[in-house]
């Protein structure tokens, strides 16, 4: 037996299993669930992401706070535009950056903020950059007091928040500056990761997969140096989670 074959034999043992995986199977399902499975357990996690919202919101938010998440409960779109006006102005910001999400525009993100004497910007739509733009956005991103964007899901188990950066949604918006606000819609809380791989592993078969993804667990730390936790160092500072109620 080649060394190659050895060594996948004893993984196979190793894991429990009594055949080894052909590679010539589709790299999509194989060694996973068949495809209609993938497909039906990414359609119950949207389900019991809807049915469930109120109960996941609150679980999300508990955990949140927890990790370090500065947690507010939005009852509706102008609560929450007051909400992230009072954050910019607790900041003096006099910079904003924010992404493209929908619900930015549906709670007037934009008035809310310029009402406070702050400067807001969105990030680009069309994702055609030069070298020259893609510099010139980076500077802004580090240079601006706060980004601001939506969420794609949370976390209800970890107080975990989903980003996939895409045309409009720059990953820089929610970790170049020294303060993020994210707002988190009803329905958009999975129970935990289990369910969001759910949806991930139904994206790859189906050829929607994002090229990346960012899971936002409270403030930026490290404890490299000294083996002291510091807070802030290749990140936000401070972070807030925005959840809007029920419609």
């Known amino acids: 037996m080649a060394d190659r074959d050895q060594f996948i034999s004893k993984v196979t043992e190793a894991l429990g299993r009594t055949s080894i995986i052909d590679p010539s199977l589709d790299h999509a399902t194989a060694g996973f669930d068949s495809a209609e499975t993938i ?3 990414a359609q119950t996690a949207i389900s019991d992401a809807r049915e469930y919202s109120t109960q996941l919101a609150d679980e999300v938010a508990l955990a949140a ?3 370090g998440w500065k ?7 102008e609560d929450a535009g007051s909400i992230i006006a009072g954050i910019c102005e607790e900041k003096s910001a006099k910079s904003v950056l924010r992404s493209s999400h929908k619900v930015l525009d549906d709670i007037v993100v934009d008035k ?3 009402s406070t004497g702050a ?15 893609i510099e010139e956005s980076k500077a802004k991103a580090f240079s601006t007091d706060v980004g601001i964007t939506g969420v794609d899901y949370a976390i209800a188990e970890t107080g975990t928040v989903v980003l996939h950066p895409r045309s409009g949604l720059s990953r820089l918006v929610s970790l170049a500056p020294p303060t993020h606000i994210a707002v988190l819609c009803p329905g958009e809380v999975l129970a935990s990761m ?3 791989f759910a949806m991930e592993r139904n994206d790859f078969i189906n050829g929607e997969l994002s090229g990346s993804m960012n899971l936002i667990s ?8 000294e083996g002291t936790t510091v807070t802030g160092i290749h990140g936000p500072l401070e ?3 925005v959840i809007l109620g029920e419609e």
């Not at 947690?71 to 779109?77: L, P, T």
Request: net charge negative.
């Open 65 to 67: 706070e927890t990790i």
């Open 112 to 114: 809310a903020v310029t």
């Open 239 to 241: 972070v807030h989670l």
């Open 218 to 225: 409270g403030p930026s730390k490290t404890a490299d140096i």
């Open 194 to 196: 289990d369910e969001l």
């Open 39 to 41: 497909r039906t357990n």
């Open 119 to 133: 400067n807001i910007e969105t990030t680009a739509h069309d994702g055609k950059y030069g070298q020259s733009e």
């Open 71 to 77: 947690v507010h409960r939005a009852s509706n779109a």
